[in-house]
């Protein structure tokens, strides 16, 4: 997905009641999860999940030069132009219906939209999309929110506890690595937040004067480093893989029953050090790269 305007953007057509019936009780809707740093989509057919995909955030200023109408006419072509795009790489089998009988019949569907957003900015672009919805806390069936907590936070425990059952526990290794546990009557215990992984690499480089910007090793580092580099790897990793095993202990003692799930950007790489390094706490941990969208499913 661009991150401006195409200079080929051309108003489509009204089609105010081209959805009208269309789908039935099948109807698809898109749900679009905004995180921090990327835009996380969900196709769904009723509440089936049938695929889901990144792409990068819009770009607000430039969007922002557009009149209201062309704003939520270009959504809807960012929306459908989303989808074409999997399509066109095989990563995704349309489902046979009127609405994607052809791409031009899909680039004219302003689907429905569910949208769940943890930054301001590109929360306030989409509403501007002619069929949306906005998911908050107060929807959400589970007791003891916060009115801070993230709803990425809170849809991602919900729908890990949805699927595996409830007490949960939910890390989600992304641009912050958070733990947020439920206990057995879907009631929020508590949780913390620190830095992601690759948060704490960029702001080493960026907030230190010699430091590099480097990336993640592939495997566990050598935790006695001979160089920066290398040094920087294992501090980053060795205290995020400690710190993920203490939370996770802590848990099991308070809940032993509980489920463990991880989602977000690094936790397959999370994952593979956990295991590395204490390989009976990570065989306890649920990868659930989907645990958003089951809390939206939700929400249908």
């Avoid at 132009?81 to 609405?99: D, F, K, M």
Wanted: hydrophobic share 45%.
């Amino acid at each position: 997905m661009e991150n401006s305007i195409p200079d080929n953007f051309r108003s489509p057509p009204r089609t105010d009641n081209l959805i009208s019936g269309l789908i039935g009780k099948d109807q698809i809707k898109i749900a679009l999860a905004i995180g921090n740093s990327r835009l996380h989509w969900g196709l769904f057919v009723g509440k089936t999940l049938e695929k889901t995909w990144d792409t990068e955030h819009l770009n607000a200023d430039t969007v922002s030069r557009l009149s209201e109408q062309e704003k939520a006419k270009y959504l809807v072509q960012t929306v459908t132009r989303s989808i074409e795009e999997v399509s066109s790489q095989n990563l995704l089998s349309l489902p046979a219906t009127p609405a994607f009988s052809s791409p031009h019949t899909l680039s004219l569907v302003p689907l429905p939209l569910i949208v769940a957003s943890v930054v301001t900015q590109q929360t306030a672009i989409w509403q501007s999309y002619p069929n949306v919805r906005i998911i908050t806390l107060d929807q959400l069936p589970i007791g003891g929110l916060y009115p801070t907590l993230g709803i990425d936070r809170a849809l991602a425990v919900l729908g890990a506890g949805n699927q595996f059952g409830w007490p949960v526990l939910l890390i989600d290794a992304g641009t912050a690595l958070t733990f947020t546990g439920a206990d057995v009557n879907r009631y929020l215990f508590g949780g913390a937040i620190l830095p992601g992984l690759g948060l704490q690499l960029s702001s080493l480089s960026k907030k230190t004067a010699a430091l590099p910007l480097i990336s993640l090793p592939e495997n566990l580092p050598h935790r006695w480093a001979k160089d920066t580099a290398g040094a920087i790897q294992s501090g980053v990793v060795y205290a995020a893989v400690a710190g993920v095993r203490d939370f996770i202990e802590d848990w099991r003692c308070l809940f032993p029953d509980s489920k463990i799930a991880v989602t977000g950007g690094d936790r397959t790489m999370l994952l593979k050090y956990l295991t590395a390094a204490f390989p009976d706490t990570a065989s306890a941990v649920i990868d659930a790269p989907e645990a958003i969208f089951w809390g939206i499913t939700h929400e249908l």
